[in-house]
T-cell receptor, first 118, second 112 residues
Framework: GAVVSQHPSRVICKSGTSVKIECRSL??????MFWYRQFPKQSLMLMAT?????????EQGVEKDKFLINHASLTLSTLTVTSAHPEDSSFYIC??????????????FGDGTRLSIL | GQQLNQSPQSMFIQEGEDVSMNCTSS?????WLWYKQDPGEGPVLLIA?????ELTSNGRLTAQFGITRKDSFLNISASIPSDVGIYFC????????????FGIGTKLQVIP
């Protein structure tokens, strides 16, 4: 149980392109999802918290107009990297926290999206 | 953002040996989590700990939630080659958006 599907797994595109990444909880509902960025040989850095039906909460230093988050349903959150540039190249990972069971459920992660901007 | 103090950062061990890694924090967490990440993939939850002093096993893995709620350790017994990967500890607080704070990771390499 607790499967999170992230798509696509890899994107290579030209500078200036906008890229959308999807995160789906397949067998549970998630009021809250999280988006992380991971640089090589480093830990996961939280970018933003995605809340179903309301605006995302961004961490300090993360541009909300650059990284658009939409959490339209209890099983889907999307991250759009707008007008991506080479410095946006990274490994992006989403996670989802099951809702409605208790207030202390662990997050379950997707398999990540490797974004490469040429 | 804040990170937990996780050690060691890397280790080479012989297949069959036991492994221990730990995490400490200056602040209290309600939940301690241990994840494993393979290259190019997302972290996979190994063990979740919810109460101070709790000791939980998952196969060859054992983890404990420190009594002060500021630390946790993970032990792997009789290591095998597929244990290779990066292990992350994570602390979670109750309430609010329940953000998770991650350790820097322990890279484990097993020599057959």
């Amino acid at each position: 149980g607790a499967v999170v599907s992230q798509h696509p797994s890899r994107v290579i595109c030209k500078s200036g392109t906008s890229v959308k990444i999807e995160c789906r909880s397949l067998d549970f509902q998630a009021t809250t999802m999280f988006w992380y960025r991971q640089f090589p040989k480093q830990s996961l850095m939280l970018m933003a918290t995605s809340n179903e039906g309301s605006k995302a909460t961004y961490e300090q230093g993360v541009e909300k107009d650059k990284f658009l988050i939409n959490h339209a349903s209890l099983t889907l959150s999307t991250l759009t990297v707008t007008s991506a540039h080479p410095e946006d190249s990274s490994f992006y990972i989403c996670s989802a926290q099951p809702s409605g069971v208790s207030d202390n459920q662990p997050q379950h992660f997707g398999d990540g999206t490797r974004l490469s901007i040429l | 953002g804040q990170q937990l103090n996780q050690s060691p950062q890397s280790m080479f061990i012989q297949e069959g040996e036991d492994v221990s890694m730990n995490c400490t924090s200056s602040s209290i967490f309600n939940t301690w989590l241990w994840y494993k990440q393979d290259p190019g993939e997302g972290p996979v939850l190994l063990i979740a700990l919810y109460k101070a002093g709790e000791l939980t096993s998952n196969g060859r893995l054992t983890a404990q939630f420190g009594i002060t709620r500021k630390d946790s350790f993970l032990n792997i017994s009789a290591s095998i080659p597929s244990d290779v990967g990066i292990y992350f500890c994570a602390g979670q607080r109750r309430g609010g958006y329940q953000k998770v704070t991650f350790g820097i990771g322990t890279k484990l390499q097993v020599i057959p």
